[in-house]
């Protein structure tokens, strides 16, 4: 990046222009922007960045993501510390698709029906939104998880089946800002992270809820419940057959073992004690022999 003042003869410069054009199509391959405390106000340098999977521009002066529309193919996005006051429309964040975590705590937002618009988001897990003005409104919490359908955490807990079922009351393991539901997943920024870095901690803070969720969430238990019983009820014809089959088997296995075994010791006795013995002949009359007691037990 340049730094300093950028004349406008400069800018018009062919050799700038070329430059310029080169920085472009570079960006379009850009899967991971990490700008963090540099006092940056735009950011109309990552519409270009078509290919951004992880963006991390937190602790700026930044008031529009609009510029944010090209990058649809974001995973993650941290514009926590910012100034941002109000978020796109809908169709912003309808085009978002694989948009997962989304972290806008400490900014300037304090209209509730402006962050309803997240809900056109169709894949988003956990959003931050705490020390905003709008997080101190009544009631919230219950907006906002019960108009983004797809959300598993807000702020620093789980959502609890208490929260999305009207009038249902839990006991108290189940209940909403239980300490079991508590989940910390925006912890600061660590210096020197990489791509590799991200996508691993994006891959633990969703097995993370969704493992809190599994043993907390009475929803969630009942269905495996179900599961677990329909899956056994369909499945005992088959294991009963397989049962009746290794019971047949070991019938079959005791009887031949009940053979006398006269017949093996006289075979040996005659092959080694006896040299003139005809071994082919007094292999096949063993062997005669024994399929002749195999069927009879059989």
């Known amino acids: 990046m340049f730094h300093g003042t950028i004349t406008k003869e400069l800018i018009s410069h062919e050799e700038w222009s070329h430059y310029n054009k080169n920085m472009i199509e570079d960006q379009k391959d850009f899967v991971f922007v990490k700008y963090s405390g540099l006092h940056l106000k735009s950011m109309e340098n990552l519409q270009s960045c078509i290919s951004l999977r992880v963006c991390i521009l937190s602790n700026n002066f930044i008031t529009n993501i609009h510029p944010l529309q090209s990058c649809i193919k974001l995973v993650k996005l941290d514009l926590h510390g910012n100034q941002i006051k ?41 959003l931050t939104m705490f020390d905003c003005p709008v997080s101190l409104k009544k009631g919230y919490r219950h907006v906002l998880v019960n108009s983004i359908w797809p959300l598993k955490a807000l702020d620093h807990h789980v959502i609890s089946d208490e929260e999305i079922i ?15 539901l508590f989940f910390n997943f925006s912890p600061a920024l660590k210096k020197g992270s990489t791509y590799d870095d991200e996508l691993n901690n994006i891959k633990y803070v969703i097995s993370k809820i969704n493992e809190i969720l599994a043993h907390n969430s009475p929803v969630l238990i009942v269905q495996r419940w179900i599961r677990g019983f329909l899956v056994r009820k369909n499945m005992s014809p088959l294991l009963l057959y397989k049962k009746h089959q290794e019971k047949c088997i070991s019938k079959s296995e005791t009887k031949w073992i009940s053979i006398p075994k006269g017949y093996e010791d006289s075979l040996f006795k005659d092959l080694f004690f006896q040299p003139e013995t005809n071994i082919r002949e007094k292999f096949g009359h063993w062997k005669h022999d024994k399929k002749k007691l195999w069927v009879h037990f059989h």
């Open 166 to 180: 009207q009038n249902w009351h839990l006991p108290e393991r189940f209940r909403t800002y239980n300490h079991r």
């Open 86 to 126: 109000s978020i796109p429309d809908t169709k912003f964040w309808s085009g978002l698709k694989t948009l997962k975590l989304l972290y806008l705590h400490d900014n300037g937002f304090a209209k509730l029906k402006n962050i309803c618009m997240l809900s056109a988001c169709p894949s988003l897990i956990a």
